[in-house]
Nanobody
Framework: QLQLVESGGGLVQPGGSLRLSCAAS????????IGWFRQAPGKEREGVSC????????NYADSVKGRFTISRDNAKNTVYLQMNSLKPEDTAVYYC????????????????????????WGQGTLGTVSS
């Protein structure tokens, strides 16, 4: 069974940083595009960022451009989301998903977010931005 495990969430003050990790269990991430999305209470899922299997292509939601950076280390079988200059509206549960489709990241961060055919999900990690 393909599983992803997120970690790195926590409580941080506005303007602070968090680095989220997404690790694979039972498979290697080399051939998978990885997307991060978030869901805040009472809100719809929002695609945050996506990275291609090679790492050569990334995209970001307008709401996080210039503040968040997605990266991957295939040797460690892990994808990261570095989140800087955090705002209270970034508070959400953050999830990562994996998909083998070469086109998965195209339009990922533009609503609506379609996760119907992804190959693996994580359980989520909560990031809270509050003073």
């Amino acid at each position: 069974q393909l599983q992803l495990v997120e970690s790195g969430g926590g409580l941080v003050q506005p303007g602070g940083s968090l680095r989220l990790s997404c690790a694979a269990s039972g498979f290697t991430l080399d051939n998978y595009a990885i997307g991060w999305f978030r869901q805040a209470p009472g809100k719809e899922r929002e695609g945050v960022s996506c990275i291609s299997s090679s790492g050569g292509s990334t995209n970001y939601a307008d709401s996080v451009k210039g503040r968040f950076t997605i990266s991957r280390d295939n040797a460690k079988n892990t994808v990261y989301l570095q989140m800087n200059s955090l705002k209270p509206e970034d508070t959400a549960v953050y999830y990562c998903v994996a998909d083998r489709a070469y086109y998965f990241c195209a339009g990922y961060a533009t609503p609506p977010l379609n996760l119907d055919l992804v190959d693996a999900w994580g359980q989520g990690t909560l990031g809270t931005v509050s003073s």
